[in-house]
């Protein structure tokens, strides 16, 4: 029970009563949540995996562009969201790449989901869209350079979504303030988030759900009653 003038935000409880109402994980979903705990692999929260799930069954991408695949679980979790859709999705580490490669075989999603093995900017920068939706997890300081990519390969109402906008609170540091190995990443993520809310080329908002979400999305400049 809430203590009289507090909230239910305020002493935590909402957290716990949020989290009964999600929905189960499938088998293979629970079981990469248990090998990323105990192998300490980032993978989205259960509270921004719970809406990256809601967001995509709303847009039911017909294709979808992540940079970030880790072990797989957000691909996988995209494609159990939108069955019908193509997925290409870029990672980085060669073995990284192909643990995922492996669950996704193993789910039978591999007709839908393609792993791209190599670095965001680069792997961007050499695809054609358009994409549904863009969902950005990999290295946070690289978001930025990103974006003209994104731009390109996301048309009008193409939703762009981005993890770990608030970077573990480390983003409400000023760069200049923040621990120096830390300084470029937080200056960067600025800058991500600057030129997206304010660039009038999306409607965003960036929400306090797991380490931050920024939903974008990308605006018919032709439309646009605020210009
Ligand atoms: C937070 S994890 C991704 C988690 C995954 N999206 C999930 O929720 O299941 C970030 C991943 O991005 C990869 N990565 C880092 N820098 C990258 C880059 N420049 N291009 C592609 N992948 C990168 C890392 O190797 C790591 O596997």
New binding site residues.
């Given amino acids: 029970m809430c203590e009289p003038g507090a909230n239910a935000f305020q002493n935590g409880s909402a957290d716990s009563f949020i989290a009964e109402l999600r929905p189960e994980e499938s088998p293979l979903l629970r079981e990469?949540m248990e090998f990323?705990a105990v192998n300490n692999?980032?993978?989205?929260r259960p509270d921004a995996?719970a809406l990256l799930r809601t967001l995509t069954v709303l847009k039911r991408p017909a294709r979808v562009l992540?940079?970030?695949?880790?072990?797989?679980?957000?691909?996988l979790?995209l494609s159990e969201a939108a069955p019908e859709a193509h997925i290409e999705t870029?990672?980085?580490?060669a073995d990284?790449a192909a643990l995922a490669m492996r669950n996704i075989d193993r789910a039978g999603r591999a007709d839908c989901i393609r792993v791209i093995l190599?670095?965001?900017?680069e792997?961007f920068a050499a695809l054609r869209g358009p994409y549904d939706m863009i969902?950005l997890?990999?290295?946070k300081g690289?978001y930025v350079r990103l974006l003209d990519d994104v731009l390109r390969l996301l048309p009008a109402g193409g939703l762009l979504v981005a993890?770990?906008c608030l970077f573990y609170g480390k983003i409400l540091d000023e760069p200049a303030d923040a621990p120096h190995k830390h300084r470029t990443i937080v200056a960067n993520l600025r800058a991500f988030l600057s030129r997206v809310a304010g660039s009038g080329e999306f409607e965003a908002s960036l929400l306090p759900v797991g380490d931050g979400v920024l939903l974008a999305v990308r605006k018919d400049a032709q439309n646009d009653p605020r210009k």
């Fill in positions: 990469l990323a692999v980032p993978i989205l995996a992540e940079a970030g695949t880790a072990i797989g679980y957000s691909a979790l870029v990672e980085l580490d990284t190599g670095d965001a900017s792997v969902f997890d990999s290295a690289q993890d770990n």
